[in-house]
């Protein structure tokens, strides 16, 4: 969604301008009414919605006309909060910023054009719109296939971090009721807490960024801090099993100290790497 909306502000003018012209060279919208704007349809893809609102009254007075159906019970509704916020042009066109659109719940663009008394207001798709303009590519079908596979795995992530989570928590509540409590069931149970947060939050992210807005501008950004948050998560994770090791050796096996020094030293050259990826990627922004 960011993306569209950088997309839309950097190309707005040449947007504007294909969609002013192919309105244009239609005629007059108020001709177009004889066939529920069946022609602004066929050229325009991207349109998913049109109304028309008396200038005098401020209220609608039309259906609202989608490209398959006609709703009614928008009519006579006062629509002066988008008539204020108009900058209409000399060629008494006006364009509104990207926003989600309340009637078809996507992100789309309104184009304004008055003629006589009414203003007519059309909606347009804007990733269909981009899409159109060639600015943006997409293949439907290995798209398709792309996205029910991310939707697939991320879910699954989803399912197996609740898993461990809720392991972690049955495994201490068990040894709690049988009073078996010890380092490694005080522990363990955080560790596999840890990670399922780490392998959820990681699946949200796959899921926001590839299914429900999908990115198609690579942003180095939102990666970077993808990973730092994953790996600062597994990181807390390892610095606590590395506590635990430590305790257990110094209680049990003294003379394996050696082994926790090196777990030890792996886990510090861990923080060192990350915190070195943190500091490049502030001197960068």
């Avoid at 239609?26 to 998913?48: I, T, V």
């Avoid at 596999?192 to 950004?221: C, H, M, N, P, R």
């Avoid at 990181?235 to 082994?259: G, H, P, Q, R």
Wanted: charged share 20%; hydrophobic share 45%; aromatic share 14%.
């Amino acid at each position: 969604m960011k993306e569209y909306i950088e997309l839309h502000t950097r190309y707005r003018g040449k947007i504007e301008l294909f969609l002013e012209d192919t309105i244009q060279q239609l005629g007059m919208l108020s001709y177009l009414n004889e066939d529920n704007y069946a022609r602004l349809y066929q050229s325009f893809p991207s349109l998913e919605l049109v109304y028309v609102v008396d200038d005098n009254t401020k209220k609608q007075i039309s259906d609202n006309i989608y490209k398959h159906k006609v709703i009614t019970k928008e009519n006579n509704q006062n629509r002066a909060y988008l008539i204020d916020k108009l900058e209409v042009k000399e060629n008494n066109f006006a364009f509104t910023e990207p926003y989600q659109s309340s009637a078809t719940n996507t992100l789309c663009i309104t184009l304004s054009k008055k003629e006589g008394d009414s203003i007519f207001f059309l909606d347009f798709n804007l990733e269909v719109l981009l899409e159109r303009l060639g600015l943006i590519e997409k293949h439907k079908f290995f798209s398709a296939i792309t996205k029910y596979f991310y939707m697939l795995t991320g879910y699954i992530m989803m399912f197996l971090s609740s898993v461990a989570i809720f392991y972690a928590g049955s495994d201490f509540f068990t040894n709690l009721i049988n009073s078996n409590l010890s380092i490694d069931t005080i522990f363990k149970p955080i560790i596999a807490s840890t990670l399922g947060i780490a392998i959820f939050d990681l699946a949200k992210t796959i899921l926001e960024q590839e299914v429900y807005f999908k990115s198609y501008v690579k942003d180095s950004k939102v990666e970077i801090h993808t990973l730092t948050k994953f790996l600062v998560t597994v990181l807390i994770a390892l610095s606590i099993e590395t506590l635990m090791v430590v305790f257990k050796i110094a209680i049990d096996n003294y003379d394996k100290m050696i082994n926790a020094l090196y777990l030890m030293l792996g886990t510090s050259v861990f923080i060192i790497a990350l915190s070195f990826l943190i500091y490049i990627t502030k001197i960068k922004k």
